[in-house]
T-cell receptor, first 114, second 114 residues
Framework: GAGVSQSPSNKVTEKGKDVELRCDPISGHTALYWYRQSLGQGLEFLIYFQGNSAPDKSGLPSDRFSAERTGGSVSTLTIQRTQQEDSAVYLC????????????FGQGTRLTVV | DQQVKQNSPSLSVQEGRISILNCDYTNSMFDYFLWYKKYPAEGPTFLISISSIKDKNEDGRFTVFLNKSAKHLSLHIVPSQPGDSAVYFCAASATYNQGGKLIFGQGTELSVKP
């Protein structure tokens, strides 16, 4: 597709289970970002991939959170041993080469931990 | 450490009048700024951007102003329309220092009343 695709769109999981969220960026975009939006909050930066550089993981809230980007394309955000406070909308964005360009967002994955 | 701040969580404007959304930042290394619009259950969509070498950028009804000395930017929408009702996020990036990591504010919910 032409846009950023995220799956699943909704995920309900039990506390303590692991979840994987997937992001397919726009083809050719070298930068990929993950953000989290909790209820009533802003966009919280989680992690940033740029080409072959080491990812910027400075926004990951705990060691239960990790992310990979395979082959410079698809990215997976993994949350281990989910907690209720992990409930949020997880948004992925991609951006083409060069920093002074806009980032394009997917529709997000709404994660609910029960 | 909130590097990008939107201090007004909400704004209500009459249709046809001007909407002014404000954003402040603390990191003097930021050199590219963007505004996004977000409807419920959708990902943010790009509206307009400005580079730090400019102090104004205009696109139709939307104008962004940048005051580098005050570390302040604003988005003007004129005339405002009911379809503009959404949450607006400002974002900033530092090209050379942080490699294009995008940091967002908390958002301002704009309501345009007919």
């Amino acid at each position: 597709g032409a846009g950023v695709s995220q799956s699943p769109s909704n995920k309900v999981t039990e506390k303590g289970k692991d979840v994987e969220l997937r992001c397919d960026p726009i083809s050719g975009h070298t930068a990929l970002y993950w953000y989290r939006q909790s209820l009533g909050q802003g966009l919280e930066f989680l992690i940033y991939f740029q080409g072959n550089s080491a990812p910027d993981k400075s926004g990951l809230p705990s060691d239960r959170f990790s992310a990979e980007r395979t082959g410079g394309s698809v990215s997976t955000l993994t949350i281990q041993r989910t907690q209720q406070e992990d409930s949020a909308v997880y948004l992925c964005a991609s951006r083409r080469q060069g920093a002074n360009t806009e980032a394009f967002f997917g529709q997000g994955t709404r994660l609910t931990v029960v | 450490d909130q590097q990008v701040k939107q201090n007004s969580p909400s704004l209500s404007v009459q249709e046809g009048r001007i909407s002014i959304l404000n954003c402040d930042y603390t990191n003097s290394m930021f050199d590219y700024f963007l505004w996004y619009k977000k409807y419920p259950a959708e990902g943010p969509t790009f509206l307009i951007s400005i580079s730090s070498i400019k102090d104004k950028n205009e696109d139709g009804r939307f104008t962004v102003f940048l005051n580098k000395s005050a570390k302040h930017l604003s988005l003007h929408i004129v005339p405002s329309q009911p379809g503009d009702s959404a949450v607006y996020f400002c974002a900033a990036s530092a090209t050379y220092n942080q490699g294009g990591k995008l940091i967002f504010g908390q958002g301002t919910e704009l309501s345009v009343k007919p």
